[in-house]
């Protein structure tokens, strides 16, 4: 019976991830944008040190890019299809690492549910780096867990290090993978202290001199490596004013977490279904809290369960650094910032979850709990479905393909996008008063055969002239409508 209900587990965890992959992939997410694109147009020229960081920046590597260019070398694949590949194959390792910790196959498709469908105001942990940042860290954890339970020096040493490359790729990817190494840190401050008084809770190394020793040489090798990552990278002074906000600037970034709360709560944002959600969960606290649960409320000991420790600390520590950072607060305490605290948190609440007495109560609660976890992953997808299937964005731009060789200026979030279905013909920039991630594709446009203006979210209409990037254009012909966008040919007037 156990064996047909892990292959039932295992079914039930593999559609979730179909149905993910088949909604917020690159290559079938509606509402691609040039965030998510410029993984897309990375892929066919990725190349060493330039493309190290994410263009335009010194910060947030680009793992997906790397492996990705390797793979289309190969294959000759769509970049399209490969970058979401490689992208689930990442988010889908991270949930892999993570079942070492969460025991139980209802933990597990909760996590799943989570995981690859999360509510709407967290949709950002799938499209972005957030889910790459935290697979990267429970994997490290997962092989870190490992080492300590191997008995032989050398497969310590040999986990040890896994997890050590991991972090430091983890850290490349994303600079809030310190803030999950702290709580590594605290975590395992706490359990030294209280293994202490357990005598029976005996560490699993012997001699810790030689994995600390292994650890200090990987954080030293790990130090140099990122600093020469940034050395060749774009400065971007913006991100180097200080990481703390002023404390006016902190007060902004909680008063618009609770406003964002408070609008969900009153059924004004984007999504009903995501109020009803927050309703159920508020009902579900306040009955984990009421006086007549306090056996619900006890803790797990740290030296029984160290990762629901690592979890929340890990939650609390980013909660803590979003809310007072400056960059944060300079961009409008974005939702985006919250994902990894959000499934931090959720991580630990269901390993909470495991450890309640199994009775009749635990049964109610894990009951409870799941159909409020499948109302909030309905909040994140369910629009692309009713009342009627949304095309992938990708779907809807390729119309651009048949342009042949083309070269494209538009506003940001026009811009980088329109690429994703061919990058190797089709060529774009931001426009010359936009964000420009990547100068030298501006030399590309202009050397395409010809070159179109998109108007949306930048002119209100096309100009007869116009100056970009010290070029003067004219235009040509009348505009067209196609990839739901307006174009118009433009040429360059030679001097």
């Not at 395992?188 to 810790?208: D, H, N, T, V």
């Not at 939702?335 to 605290?341: A, D, I, Q």
């Not at 809807?396 to 190797?424: C, F, R």
């Amino acid at each position: 019976m156990r064996i047909n209900s892990e292959i039932w587990i295992k079914a039930g965890v593999a559609l979730i991830i179909l149905f993910s992959f088949f909604t917020f992939s690159e290559n079938f997410f509606p509402l691609l944008n040039s965030d998510m694109a410029v993984n897309i147009l990375m892929t066919p020229s990725f190349s060493l040190p330039h493309d190290i960081y994410f263009w335009g920046q010194d910060r947030s590597g680009n793992l997906i890019p790397l492996i990705s260019h390797y793979l289309y070398t190969v294959s000759g694949i769509k970049p399209v299809i490969i970058v979401s590949l490689v992208h689930y194959f990442i988010l889908a390792a991270g949930f892999w690492a993570l079942t070492r910790f969460v025991k139980t196959g209802y933990g597990r498709i909760v996590l799943a549910l989570l995981w690859f469908l999360p509510p709407l105001h967290f949709r950002e942990y799938l499209l972005i780096l957030y889910g790459v940042q935290v697979s990267l860290v429970v994997l490290a954890l997962n092989f870190l867990d490992r080492s300590f339970t191997t008995r032989l020096q050398w497969k310590c040493l040999l986990w040890l290090s896994a997890s050590c490359i991991v972090f430091i790729i983890g850290v490349w990817v994303s600079d809030m993978v310190l803030v999950s190494i702290l709580a590594l840190l605290i975590t395992g401050a706490l359990y030294f202290l209280s293994a202490g008084k357990y005598p029976l809770k005996s560490l699993s190394w012997r001699g810790a001199l030689v994995p600390a020793f292994c650890v200090l040489l990987w954080a030293a090798a790990g130090f140099m490596v990122l600093h020469y990552a940034k050395s060749v990278s774009t400065f971007v002074q913006t991100y180097d004013q200080g990481l703390l906000a002023n404390p006016r600037s902190i007060i902004i970034n909680i008063r618009i977490v609770i406003e964002s709360v408070v609008k969900v709560f009153l059924f004004s944002s984007e999504s009903g279904i995501e109020s009803i959600f927050a309703w159920c969960l508020l009902a579900f606290m306040i009955f984990l809290f009421f006086p007549v649960n306090r056996k619900l409320r006890s803790l797990i000991k740290i030296t029984e369960n160290p990762w629901f420790y690592f979890f929340m600390a890990e939650a609390l520590l980013t909660l803590a650094a979003v809310l007072s950072s400056r960059w944060v607060a300079a961009n409008g305490a974005g939702r985006r910032y919250f994902t990894t605290f959000f499934m931090s948190a959720c991580i630990c609440f269901v390993l909470w979850l495991e450890n309640v007495p199994k009775n009749r109560l635990q049964v109610l609660l894990q009951s409870a709990f799941m159909i409020i976890v499948i109302t909030a992953s309905l909040s994140g997808f369910y629009r692309f479905y009713y009342p009627e299937i949304k095309p992938s964005r990708i779907r809807v731009i390729s119309a651009l393909k048949y342009m042949g060789n083309i070269g494209i200026i538009a506003e940001y979030w026009n811009a980088y996008m329109t690429a994703s279905p061919d990058p190797l013909r089709i060529k774009v920039t931001a426009h010359d008063k936009d964000y420009v991630r990547n100068p030298d594709l501006v030399n590309e446009v202009f050397k395409q055969p010809k070159i179109y203006l998109i108007k949306d979210g930048w002119l209100e209409s096309f100009p007869d002239t116009i100056v970009q990037f010290g070029r003067t254009l004219k235009k040509q012909g009348k505009s067209f409508h196609i990839a739901d966008a307006w174009l118009n040919r433009y040429t360059v007037v030679r001097k």
